[in-house]
């Protein structure tokens, strides 16, 4: 007699996918490995400083056309999922991009874009034959990964890759100001990661399974056995310290500032929402449930996380300290959908991630053009910005209106989703959080335009207004897509929400990873 | 540390050991063994080398710049993996050929290339590393960049 367990057994043949590839699946790798092939190149020219502009920027348009391809296939047909070495899931490490990962790969490959020409003029041959473009070509394969895998080990990986990079950008100059701040940012990542890793640990042990579709489908039957809260409290936690939650958040404005501004404005932009990505995947996509049980502490951590962010903001006089404060005051947003973890809530959290990618690369940007206009980073010392740069100056009102989250232009629209979704659930003090954080950034941001714009200069202008397309055209850019998104919502706003429907009912996530056709492990389900 | 004995000894010794990787990297396919184990016993024989003859003669030795090795590595393995676009098959599929070289046969894999490039990296990446930490404190501190 035929025991149950024979037709389980799966033979080497069956452990291969042996249906032929899409070119079109392609999509999902390629940018990652796109971005690693060009960071190999650009190691072996590494003498050749002139190269490296050229090659770095055409990577990242390539970069920008693969995830709009991408994200448009994505939107078109459903996720996408690739397994590398033709393994079956969950034995091989699938890639699987679904509408939240390819729009926010797409996002940041937008703004690394704005960087690498921004960076162009920014960065002098030192830091290119320090390895400026390398880095950045590392750090996007990271990023990419990281939004794109299916397997949250490899998501692990992607945080290293990224990470490691990321240590290379900071310290980029060797300023004893720098190593101080790589450290502090080093040890309380490095620290974030382990927790991570210590997570994913316990994770392997509960499930046997590091595949994200396969823990989503096996969640529900582990429930009752397996102690998934407290998985799902160090993960995050792992998490909230990478996005820089309070009172986790420390890290952030003790390093943020002393990089070149070029490198601050990636960072503020990309890692910490890596952090929130992730927060999002696991606790809204694999773990729900237990969401719901820690909700309460993630929406207080999230309200103080905004009330922090806000009132740091209004303390600090040097202008890059202060954005880095704006960023944290927007991971409070965005944990307050989490914690809310309605699908409306979660598609605010989406559109607060996308919108805070653009306008805080943006924003860094602007404190270092300023920076280099006044000759200073200090409000104290700024002044008269108004009369030496008026384009400028309008360009910052902009961008300032949008980090603030004022009406009409990006930061309003995740707001009022978020805002909304926190009275429907009756949790009044979170949307007053959510107001007041604005209210206190409003101010900051208004001090700002108050001491370095309008206020006559305090001395002789130092930097010249030179209309140098390596500058105007990422901020330009940057503003024209805030200021598209506050116009235009409409596009975005059904992006977010098929997105966080997708993270809701996880079930075209998971059937793109196991076709129910080539499925014969019906019997283990 | 350049003692006559270490002098003598350290170019048989590091040709033996830049043997022994290679075999080691060629090994690693179905035993232990394999690129990174491989890479680090280059590194250890470019390091002994180091150690007795100075940092600039291991730097002239290996021709190109470390980092650019580690480079051609990265780049010859996410080759090996995008060969598989070719095939119909997923990213990193193993793909194999049977020469037949002087009557053997020889097979060959991207698995292989890919395990080289592992092998080019780490010998790259460490031996950086390394040289960084065997030169003498002077005016070119910065290292790695002569």
Do not use: C
């Not at chain 1, 909700?295 to 600090?316: E, H, R």
């Amino acid at each position: 007699m035929a025991t149950p367990a024979t037709t389980t057994a799966i033979d080497l043949s069956a452990a291969l996918v042996l249906a032929p590839t899409a070119l079109a699946d392609w999509l999902v790798v390629a940018p990652v490995a796109l971005m690693i092939g060009f960071g190999a190149v650009l190691m072996m020219v590494r003498k050749s400083v002139r190269l490296h502009g050229a090659i770095a920027i055409a990577g990242l348009v390539l970069l920008v056309l693969l995830d709009a391809a991408l994200l448009w296939r994505v939107s078109a047909h459903g996720p996408v999922t690739m397994v590398m070495g033709r393994w079956l899931p969950p034995f091989g490490i699938a890639f699987t991009a679904d509408l939240f990962g390819a729009v926010m790969a797409l996002a940041a490959a937008v703004v690394a874009l704005a960087a690498g020409i921004f960076a162009l003029r920014d960065i002098d041959a030192g830091g290119r034959r320090y390895g400026f473009f390398p880095f950045l070509m590392l750090l996007m394969a990271g990023v990419s990964g990281a939004f794109l895998t299916g397997d949250i080990f490899n998501l692990y990986v992607w945080f290293e890759v990224l990470l490691i990079s990321s240590f290379g950008l900071l310290i980029l100059g060797s300023e004893p100001e720098q190593i101080d701040g790589a450290l502090k940012y080093a040890i309380l990542n490095l620290i974030g990661t382990t927790l991570f890793l210590i997570a994913v640990g316990y994770l392997y042990a509960i499930f046997g399974t590091l595949n994200m579709a396969d823990i989503a489908r096996k969640a529900a039957s582990l429930r009752g056995t397996a102690p998934l809260t407290t998985l799902t409290a160090l993960f995050i936690l792992a998490f909230a310290m990478k996005a820089a939650a309070f009172p986790v958040n420390f890290w952030l404005p003790a390093s943020y500032h002393t990089p070149r501004v070029v490198v601050s404005a990636l960072f503020g932009g990309l890692l910490t929402k890596i952090g929130i990505y992730a927060l999002v995947r696991v606790t809204i996509m694999l773990f729900p449930v237990e969401r719901e049980a820690l909700s309460l502490t993630v929406a207080v951590a999230a309200a103080l996380t905004m009330i922090v962010g806000g009132l740091g903001a209004l303390a600090q006089s040097d202008v890059r300290r202060l954005v880095g404060y704006v960023v944290i005051a927007g991971i409070g947003n965005m944990m307050a959908g989490v914690a809310i973890g309605t699908p409306a809530a979660v598609s605010g959290a989406i559109l607060y991630a996308l919108h805070s990618v653009v306008a805080m690369t943006a924003l860094y940007l602007l404190a270092g053009e300023a920076a280099r206009l006044g000759g200073a980073w200090s409000l104290s010392r700024l002044g008269g910005l108004w009369r030496q740069a008026p384009w400028f100056s309008g360009v910052s009102f902009l961008l300032f209106i949008a980090a603030a989250g004022l009406p009409p232009l990006s930061g309003l629209w995740p707001k009022v989703a978020l805002l909304k979704a926190s009275l429907d659930i009756g949790a009044w003090w979170l949307a007053a959080a959510i107001l007041v954080s604005a209210f206190l950034i409003t101010l900051a941001l208004a001090r700002v335009f108050l001491l370095a714009y309008w206020r006559p200069r305090p001395e002789p202008a130092a930097g010249t207004v030179a209309g140098d397309w390596r500058i105007t055209l990422p901020l330009g850019g940057l503003t024209a897509l805030v200021v598209l998104f506050g116009l235009l919502p409409e596009p975005l706003l059904d992006l977010a929400y098929g997105a966080a429907s997708g993270l809701a009912d996880p079930a075209a996530y998971v059937e793109s990873v196991f076709p129910a056709a080539t499925m014969e492990r019906g019997a283990v389900r | 540390m350049s003692t006559l004995i270490l002098r003598t000894v350290a170019p048989a010794l590091t040709a033996l050991m830049l043997l022994f990787s290679v075999f080691v990297l060629l090994r690693g396919h179905n035993e232990p063994g394999g690129g990174f184990i491989g890479g680090l016993i280059a590194v250890s024989a470019l390091a002994i080398y180091g150690i007795a003859f100075g940092v600039g003669a291991v730097r002239r030795a290996i021709r190109f710049h470390p980092m650019a090795i580690a480079g051609a590595g990265l780049l010859l393995a996410t080759l090996s993996g995008f060969l598989s676009i070719f095939f119909g098959v997923p990213f990193m599929t193993g793909l194999w050929v049977y020469p037949v070289i002087f009557d053997v046969e020889v097979p060959l894999s991207t698995v292989m290339s890919f395990d080289l490039g592992v092998y080019l990296v780490v010998v790259g990446a460490i031996i950086s590393i390394a040289l960084a930490l065997e030169q003498e404190p002077g005016p070119e501190l910065g290292g790695e960049e002569d």
